[in-house]
């Protein structure tokens, strides 16, 4: 669809970022063989709107997600999952926590624990 490498996303302009958006959603809405109308309808936004869109104007956030939802695209909300990571650190201090060997049985089998005459 578009040569652009990662490393030229930081040089384009806001309006050129839009615009790719806006031809990323034109193509995959041509291939789904959708009219525009079409779209906007199931999206709930008007024509004007999804015109808009693809020509890369400012519109808002969840018009975008709508109209995502419709063309079956919400896959690409993957690239904004927070995923939570552990630092080095921090795995070397629950690995040197964690249990290295089973220990020795006692001589009384299982019952190591004190009777509480209960």
């Not at 080095?88 to 249990?99: D, S």
Request: aromatic share 6%; with cysteine.
């Amino acid at each position: 669809m578009s040569d652009i490498s990662y490393n030229n996303w930081f040089s384009m302009t806001d309006k050129a970022l839009c615009e790719t958006i806006g031809n990323f959603i034109k193509h995959h809405r041509i291939n789904q063989n959708k009219s525009q109308n079409e779209v906007s309808l199931a999206a709930g936004i008007s024509r004007s709107t999804m015109s808009l869109l693809e020509r890369g104007g400012n519109i808002s956030i969840s018009s975008l997600i709508q109209v995502l939802r419709v063309l079956e695209l919400l896959y690409i909300m993957d690239v904004f999952k927070v995923e939570t990571e552990i630092s080095p650190i921090e795995y070397a201090k629950l690995q040197k926590n964690k249990r290295q060997r089973a220990g020795k049985r006692s001589k009384e089998g299982n019952n190591t624990k004190e009777d509480l005459g209960w």
